[in-house]
């Protein structure tokens, strides 16, 4: 570090035990980079938190001594965009967001980032960079918020969620699809929204909506395992002592990511109402220890032995690379949190959306 011309922060920024912004890993890293940072050198925090992080909490470990931003070494925030599994878009392509902490820092960053991608677009401060992820990823949890609370509802009418959304789908404008599932996972949009709620307090703001949506999103692990006990109740069976085969733990289709994955949720549930749980993930041999989970599973084969002995399927993450016809054809009872089973012949076995 102590020989760059400039240092990316790319630390984790998790949540505490009470859903506040855990900045141990920034503060830890920023220290690091502050004992050995050479004159004029880059420091661009890219950990998503909320708007100021970059100013109150980086800066002051930075201007340490007699050093000064702008002047000694410059600091801006420039927010990841990746979305892990999406074909068609590579660093390169997706355009970066910059904000400095001054204009000098900003337009030292815009020069780095241009050089790596097609479009980098310079704000007028770190803030508007910190606030424009939040948004980003606030936007997506509200909207899936949205069709959690919708499925259920339609549910109970008789009415298909995913063929509500296929048909609202057609409007050319006004409208963008998404869908409903067992809770959300990965590193950003669980987490994210928090980052915002807890920062809105120091300013006297309730984000009701923001919050009311981490509830919704949050809770449907618990409306999965219930759909499941209602579905195994329709075929004589308790949880306890029912064999569930969990199908797919990462939190989205195609990737081996399982941070913050609803399946985790979905599994402890199921092993405290007594199930016996097993998981198939073509892209997970074994189920990694994670901050709040630890189970010791490994991947099953997904095969007619293995699917013959379960009482019931779960179907959690919809990889494409899995034998929907094999579930099909071999399953007693498919839960189906993610309408992986539309695309397949019917078969024997009895599928229950959720």
């Avoid at 502050?34 to 970059?54: D, F, I, M, Q, R």
């Avoid at 579905?231 to 990737?255: E, F, H, T």
Wanted: proline share 6%.
């Amino acid at each position: 570090v102590s020989a760059c011309d400039a240092i990316c922060l790319c630390v984790p920024t998790p949540l505490g035990s009470h859903q506040e912004p855990d900045l141990s890993y920034v503060e830890d890293s920023t220290r690091m980079v502050g004992s050995v940072l050479k004159a004029g050198a880059l420091v661009v925090l890219e950990s998503t938190s909320y708007p100021g992080t970059t100013r109150e909490v980086c800066l002051p470990l930075l201007e340490s001594g007699n050093r000064r931003c702008g002047r000694d070494f410059f600091l801006a925030f420039s927010p990841e965009r990746e979305d892990p599994g999406r074909r068609g878009f590579e660093t390169r392509t997706i355009p970066r967001l910059v904000g400095g902490i001054d204009e000098p820092s900003g337009k030292v960053a815009h020069a780095l980032y241009s050089a790596a991608v097609e479009q980098a677009v310079l704000l007028d401060s770190a803030e508007t960079a910190e606030a424009a992820k939040l948004l980003e990823n606030i936007y997506r949890a509200v909207n899936i918020a949205l069709v959690n609370e919708l499925k259920p509802v339609l549910a109970d009418m008789g009415i298909d969620i995913w063929k509500v959304i296929k048909a609202a789908a057609t409007k050319p404008f006004g409208f963008q699809a998404f869908y409903p599932g067992p809770g959300l996972g990965g590193h950003c949009i669980p987490i994210d929204p928090y980052y915002l709620t807890h920062k809105a307090r120091e300013y006297g703001h309730a984000t009701r909506f923001i919050e009311l949506a981490g509830e919704i999103n949050s809770r449907m692990p618990l409306a999965v395992v219930d759909r499941v006990a209602h579905a195994l109740n329709q075929d004589a069976k308790p949880v306890k002592g029912s064999r569930v085969l969990v199908v797919g733990i990462a939190y989205k289709p195609d990737v081996d990511d399982v941070r913050e994955t609803p399946a985790a949720e979905i599994i402890r549930l199921l092993l405290e109402r007594g199930a016996i749980v097993s998981y198939h993930d073509p892209h997970i041999a074994r189920f990694p220890d994670m901050r709040r989970y630890q189970f010791d599973l490994a991947s099953s084969p997904l095969d007619q032995a293995h699917v013959d002995a379960a009482d019931c399927v779960l179907i959690v993450t919809n990889h494409s690379d899995l034998d929907y016809a094999l579930l099909a054809a071999r399953a007693k009872l498919i839960v189906d949190t993610r309408d992986a089973m539309a695309r397949v012949t019917p078969g024997q076995a009895r599928v229950v959306k959720a």
